[in-house]
């Protein structure tokens, strides 16, 4: 048994020392942008934005409703004041006073108070507000998801292209190395000058050390893109997608074409917003002009006594109650209030002019987005084309190289040419796929708005 108890608490020991493995995920492109909108970092505290309005949209709502309040009160006269009353009354001479306490020594009340607006210009002006400003928080969301949208698919992308890149390296620096084997064993049977060898070495050092940012470059690109999603820095994730493939589905000319409702531009509802909340400043401002209205009723019973008997069955207690309304009426301000108005007019002036510069700027940024679309499909055909060509330019050039033909200074021209031929390929891939989502984001596709009863739910 002792044996057994021994090893149990070995196995224990064992088990706690082992570090807990980081959760593995698996993603596509479309579910990892499906992930982030739940999980990012900024589109969670987004939706709590929402909350935060809905909840102030109560709160005003309630500020008009009855508000009931009540208060407790214990009073204890340590020494009682005293009042001086004309000597007459108890039959004394005139002209003297006599000392006269009044009152109990201690004395409790309880008092219940129910008060109700009737009319305020101010807080019908509040419950509009209330509506633009969760509208904008919906807005404010939206604007978070789209943004978060393009910014997951920036990072699978990169990504992509770092481990798209790692392979291309490797692939080069293989058969740099072989061509050194071949070519330094020429050189050793006096077929190839030592330059020949050290030129193919001076290619190769350059595509170890671009091999080495590379690898560097991919490792950054994917703790990025785990903060991109909200999840731990050092999470394993499993891309699923590949670049080429992605790229190929990007490409959707049709895009271009599509016509710009303005009204869908998030940017556009924003200053939409601002526009609708210095408008209802003008009118709470007028409002302030306005009479406001309120009610109220009270029930109170008191009890008095100069000893503690409060608690006591047996203890008097006197009612009262009382109603009534109050009516405040704004008569004179020297012109405070309406120079309030003016300047909330001129805030609206300036809203509504900032709302047509950003119709403008709408306008140019889905054509600048089109033409930054079109460029990069038309770039990454391109590169497609000239990669083609590179990659017989090197071949040739290293055919003849082997044959004596060429020199190792144009085989080192042809494969840095290949080289650069092959990242402007990549790079061309990502920039589809970028240019893409920028287009969609203008465009306000797809879709990516959370309302509040979505919240609800």
């Keep these: 048994m002792i044996q057994k108890f021994i090893l149990c608490i070995t196995t224990l020991a064992t088990l706690a020392q082992v570090p807990a493995f980081a959760q593995q995920y698996s993603f596509t492109l479309d579910e990892a942008v499906s992930f982030a909108i739940d999980s ?26 009855p508000q009931i309040s009540a208060g407790i009160g214990y009073n204890y006269n340590i020494k009682q004041p005293v009042t001086l009353l004309p000597a007459e009354i108890t039959g004394g001479p005139p002209g003297t006073f006599v000392p006269v306490t009044f009152g ?4 409790t009340n309880a008092v219940a108070t129910l008060n109700q607006l009737i009319f305020d210009g ?39 292209l770092a481990r798209e890149l790692i392979d291309i390296f490797k ?6 190395e072989k061509n050194i084997f071949e070519t330094r064993q020429t ?17 190769l050092i350059e595509i170890v050390t671009q091999l ?19 999840i731990p820095v050092e999470s394993d994730v499993i891309f699923n997608d590949d670049l080429n493939s992605l790229t190929q589905e990007n490409i959707s000319l049709e895009l271009l074409d599509a016509p710009l409702n303005v009204e869908n531009n998030i940017d ?10 210095r408008n209802l400043e003008v009118k709470l401002a007028k409002s302030r002009a306005l009479p406001v209205l309120s009610a109220f009723v009270n029930y109170g019973t008191q009890a008095n006594d100069n ?24 008569i004179f301000s020297s012109g405070m209030r309406s120079a309030a108005t003016q300047q909330r007019k001129i805030e609206l002036e300036k809203a509504e002019t900032q709302l047509e510069e950003t119709i403008q700027n709408v306008i140019l940024e889905l054509n600048s987005a089109k033409s930054n679309y079109q460029f990069a499909v038309e770039k990454f055909e391109n590169s497609k084309k000239s990669l083609a060509l590179a990659e017989r330019i090197e071949n040739k050039n290293e055919i003849k190289f082997t044959e004596g033909l060429s020199s190792s200074f144009d085989l080192r021209l042809a494969q840095r040419q290949l080289y650069t031929a092959q990242q402007i390929y990549f790079d061309a891939m990502l920039d589809v796929i970028n240019a893409k989502a920028n287009l969609e984001t203008v465009l306000n596709i797809p879709q990516l708005r959370i309302t509040a009863d979505s919240l609800n739910d």
């Design 171 to 176: 692939k080069n620096e293989s058969a740099l």
């Design 104 to 107: 109990t020594q201690q004395n």
């Design 212 to 230: 080495s940012n590379a690898r560097r470059a991919h490792i950054i690109a994917r703790q990025m893109f785990n903060v991109a999603l909200g």
């Design 40 to 65: 990012n970092y900024t589109a969670m505290n987004a939706r709590r934005d929402i909350a935060i309005a809905l909840k102030q949209k109560w709160e005003t709502i309630a500020s008009g409703l």
């Design 122 to 160: 101010s807080y019908l002006v509040g419950l509009q507000a209330t509506r633009t400003f969760l509208d904008f928080s919906e807005n404010a969301a939206e604007k978070t998801n789209l943004e978060v949208r393009k910014g997951v698919i920036n990072a699978y992308g990169s990504v992509l």
């Design 187 to 203: 050189f050793e049977n006096g077929l190839a000058e030592e330059e020949s060898v050290e030129q193919l070495e001076i290619t």
């Design 268 to 277: 556009y509802k924003i200053a939409n917003n601002l526009t609708e909340q």
């Design 307 to 330: 000893t503690f008997n409060f608690l006591n069955s047996n203890q008097r207690w006197f009612q009262s109650s009382l109603l009534g309304v109050n009516m405040d009426i704004p």
